[in-house]
């Protein structure tokens, strides 16, 4: 019979450490628990390089739960530097991604409040404080952003950025086909 545990055992361990080194790749990633990713996604675009952002865009974030403005329009291609002013009292974050994503993550969020955002495509502002987001933006369509922090999002803190045509191609961001 002990024979027979040993082995149990042994076999056991490797189960449980075969699942922790990969689960380790996982959180290296920048992937959640429930399996989304933060950083670079290309049905958005891509974080941008400072140098190749041509336009600065501010973005206030309010108590009242919105953003000004909610509405931004851009072009494809285009390289945008968000500077994000929270003018509450309250802390407010903005993150950029599609209304899926938005709703995957505003659930997370949910069940995880504390949660700060510092990746490419999303940011936490603490009140009366100020942060960036250079982003280019792809192909036309939309993308939108929304904060959050618990409630926020329900309370309808959310909005869009427009993305028509191409830039020029003399004016790409210095990237090849």
Known sequence: MQKVIFPLKRTLCAVFLAALYAAVPAYASGDHAD???????????????PDKAKRTVTITMLDTMRFSPARIRVRG?????????NA???????????QKDLRAHNAFMQKNPDMEHEDDNM?????????EIIWQFGKAGTVHFACLQ???????????VAISGRLPHDA??????
């Open 35 to 49: 399996g989304h990713q933060h950083g670079e996604n290309t049905d958005i675009g891509q974080a941008g390089q």
């Open 77 to 85: 291609g285009e390289t945008v530097r968000f500077q994000i002013y």
């Open 88 to 98: 509450g009292k309250v802390k407010h974050e903005l993150v950029l991604g599609t």
């Open 123 to 131: 940011v936490t502002v603490q009140p009366g404080q100020r942060s």
């Open 150 to 160: 618990p409630s926020h999002y329900d309370a309808g803190m959310k909005g869009q």
């Open 172 to 177: 790409h961001d210095g990237h090849s086909h």
